[in-house]
Nanobody, 126 residues
Framework: QVQLVESGGGLVQAGGSLRLSCAAS????????MGWFRQAPGKEREFVSA????????VYADSVKGRFTISRDNAKNTVYLQMNSLKPEDTAVYSC???????????????????WGQGTQVTVSS
C-alpha cells in the first residue's frame, strides 16, 4: 500500500519557522517529481512548491518564494519543506503529492499528481 505521510506541522508565531516532512512508503519515489500544496479554510487547494526527481530543479509559488525551500532525500524516500518567515496567511493544511513523471511543466496543477498525503496543519499566529 502506497502512503505519503506528512509531519512537522503545528502552531507558530509570525516570523517563525517550521520544517515539514513527507515520508513515502510502499514504493520508491526516487524517479518521481514531488509537490507541496496547501488549502486554507474556505479556499481552493493551491500550489506551493515542487521538486524534480533528483532535486536538481525546484519551483515555488510567488507567495512563498524566498521564504520556503523544498528538498528531498531519495535514500530516505522523503521530501521536505522548510518554511521560514512564516506569515498568518500561510495558515493552511499542507499536503505532499507524488507525480508519475520525473518532472512536468504542469507541476502547479493538482491533476499532475496521482498520490496524495492526508496533510498536516500549519497555523501561524499574528
Amino acid at each position: 500500500q502506497v502512503q505519503l505521510v506528512e509531519s512537522g506541522g503545528g502552531l507558530v508565531q509570525a516570523g517563525g519557522s517550521l520544517r515539514l516532512s513527507c515520508a513515502a512508503s510502499g514504493r520508491t519515489f526516487s524517479s518521481n517529481a514531488m509537490g507541496w500544496f496547501r488549502q486554507a479554510p474556505g479556499k481552493e487547494r493551491e500550489f506551493v512548491s515542487a521538486i524534480n526527481w533528483n532535486g536538481g530543479r525546484t519551483v515555488y509559488a510567488d507567495s512563498v518564494k524566498g521564504r520556503f525551500t523544498i528538498s528531498r532525500d531519495n535514500a530516505k524516500n522523503t521530501v521536505y519543506l522548510q518554511m521560514n518567515s512564516l506569515k498568518p496567511e500561510d495558515t493552511a493544511v499542507y499536503s505532499c503529492a507524488a507525480s508519475p513523471r520525473p518532472f512536468s511543466s504542469f507541476y502547479y496543477q493538482t491533476e499532475e499528481y496521482n498520490y496524495w498525503g492526508q496533510g498536516t496543519q500549519v497555523t501561524v499566529s499574528s
